[in-house]
């Protein structure tokens, strides 16, 4: 009897485990409503790309993007890997230089996978030769082909220095109440502090939807430098006044642990009018 539930429990563990296993990318789609759009505004985040290797040369990648029908492609940060050798990297740029050519109104921020390999500000200056923004300093009106503008801003890593990080914030807040436009700040690492309230939409990832993570819940078993069960992992986040989206992350490469139920995504989210 003891036996026969031993083999049934290990049956049913590998048949969970097994069907967990997905490592094909999915779109996940988002919708948020605000008063500040006239239009609809679609935009696509991407994360924790880590200069994988895409067997198909990013074709899939480009294919998920295209069913969003994007007017904006903003870059989550963690898009280089830190133990990345030249050849990941200059793929990683030549991934980028597509993505701007295809696309218009590319933006990116840095995460701490670019701060740790020591090579930022070489990151920075080499993605903006392709005419993607540099979010951080700057924040950007970016337009749709239906006139509707939304105002998009960054914060970088921490590691960049807490006083420039927060000023970079407060900035990015000042500026999106004196333009009244809808407001997005992408952020690499998803956290909640003093301010976010005057944000419509806050973009993270980092925490790779959390690797292992149980069916149809936002619970995630390990985040970015191997937090367990870190707060935000994946999904919408609503708050008072503004929302939290956290992405999976594009990546299947880790060095933790492998995906389980928890499929690479590209994340589209589409700001609407509140009716």
Not at 42 to 70: C, Q, W, Y
Not at 95 to 113: D, E
Not at 144 to 161: P, R, W
Not at 211 to 232: C, E, H, N, Q, S
Request: proline share 4%.
């Amino acid at each position: 009897m003891i036996k026969k539930v031993l083999i049934s429990t290990a049956v049913a563990g590998f048949t969970f485990a097994a069907l967990g296993f997905n490592n094909k990318l999915k779109l996940t789609r988002y919708i948020v409503e605000s008063p500040k759009v006239k239009r609809p505004f679609n935009m696509v985040f991407l994360s924790d790309i880590h200069s994988i290797k895409f067997k198909d040369g990013g074709r899939n990648l480009f294919e998920t993007i295209d069913k969003a029908m994007p007017d904006c492609i903003l870059l989550g940060g963690d898009v280089f890997h830190k133990f990345g050798d030249e050849e990941d990297f200059e793929r990683t740029y030549e991934l980028l230089k597509n993505l701007a050519c295809k696309y218009q109104n590319c933006c990116m921020i840095t995460g701490n996978h670019e701060f740790e390999c020591g090579k930022a500000d070489e990151i920075r200056r080499s993605v903006a030769k392709f005419g993607i923004n540099i979010l951080g300093d700057e924040s950007y009106v970016l337009s749709a082909a239906n006139d509707q503008s939304i105002l998009v801003g960054g914060t970088d890593y921490a590691g960049f220095g807490e006083d420039e990080v927060l000023l970079q914030k407060q900035n990015f807040v000042r500026r999106a109440e004196e333009s009244g436009l809808f407001s997005v700040l992408v952020r690499h690492i998803p956290m909640r502090v003093e301010n976010d309230e005057n944000i419509d939409l806050i973009l993270s990832g980092h925490n790779h939807g959390g690797l292992w993570r149980l069916p149809k819940t936002k619970i995630g078993v390990a985040g970015g430098g191997g937090k367990l069960f870190p707060k935000y992992t994946h999904g919408k986040y609503n708050f008072n006044n503004s929302c939290l989206i956290v992405g999976s992350g594009i990546t299947t490469e880790t060095y933790l642990l492998p995906r389980l139920y928890n499929p690479p995504e590209v994340v589209s989210v589409s700001v609407v009018p509140k009716i």
